[in-house]
């Protein structure tokens, strides 16, 4: 079964500076690959997807993110974030058919002004 | 078009208790997922229904449970309530296998006393 690591648990930064935050997986298959945001006492928003294709993925909000096959990573970058951006982000790995998704534990971006 | 609904959003039970919740899927959607949300363990997958079949199951006891209905409404149940099920239950629907990520509902927040 594939598996997700979250390399940081707690991001601070400042407003208006860069954020990353780290995502490696493991699978012995092919897979997609996810972003999701969770804003406190809320369900999961999906950030952006990498299914195929260019590596490069764009997705809400400004966040971007890109799939390296050869180090197993996706990372979701933003080049300035704002306060608004305080969230908990969940890295997730699925199979093809998407019967099984593992999430990581989570990166707490805490944005400071 | 309607979101995933999760029902109740809020719910206390006593130890010993049972409980069901419920979740309705996006229309069209037939793959429903359940996963627990605690601080100490993050997001763990319950089970995955697909056309009224369990398709997968994580590693929780048989104290949970689920099902789905023709209508792809899913309901699961927890029996025999421990403390440490004090968790954010989160429901997500999916086009199967057509890689557009999961839907997640808001949740019901369970806490067991």
């Known amino acids: 079964a594939q598996s997700v690591t979250q390399l940081d648990s707690q991001v601070p930064v400042f407003e208006e500076a860069p954020v990353e935050l780290r995502c490696n997986y493991s699978?012995?298959?092919?897979?997609?690959l996810f972003w999701y945001v969770q804003y406190p006492n809320q369900g999961l928003q999906l950030l952006l997807k990498?299914?195929?294709?260019?590596?490069l993925v764009k997705g809400i909000n400004g966040f971007e993110a890109e799939f390296n096959k050869s180090q197993t990573s996706f990372h979701l970058r933003k080049p300035s974030v704002h306060i608004s951006d305080t969230a908990e982000y969940f890295c997730?790995?699925?199979?093809?058919?998407?019967?099984?998704?593992?999430f990581g534990a989570g990166t707490r971006l805490t944005v400071k002004p | 078009k309607a979101g995933v609904t999760q029902t109740p959003r809020y719910l206390i039970k006593t130890r010993g208790q049972q409980v069901t919740l419920s979740c309705s899927p996006i229309s069209g959607h037939r793959s429903v997922s359940w996963y627990q949300q605690t601080p100490g363990q993050g997001l763990q997958f319950l089970f995955e229904?697909?056309?009224?079949?369990?398709?997968n199951k994580g590693n929780f006891p048989g104290r949970f449970s689920g099902r789905q209905f023709s209508n792809s409404r899913s309901e699961m149940n927890v029996s025999t309530l421990e403390l440490g099920d004090s968790a954010l239950y989160l429901c997500?629907?999916?086009?199967?296998?057509?890689?557009?990520?999961?839907?997640f509902g808001s949740g019901t927040r369970l806490t067991v006393v």
């Open positions: 229904y697909f056309s009224e079949t369990q398709r």
């Open positions: 990498y299914l195929s294709g260019s590596t």
């Open positions: 699978s012995s298959v092919s897979v997609y």
């Open positions: 997500a629907s999916s086009l199967d296998g057509q890689g557009y990520g999961y839907t």
């Open positions: 997730a790995v699925s199979d093809q058919g998407l019967r099984d998704m593992r």
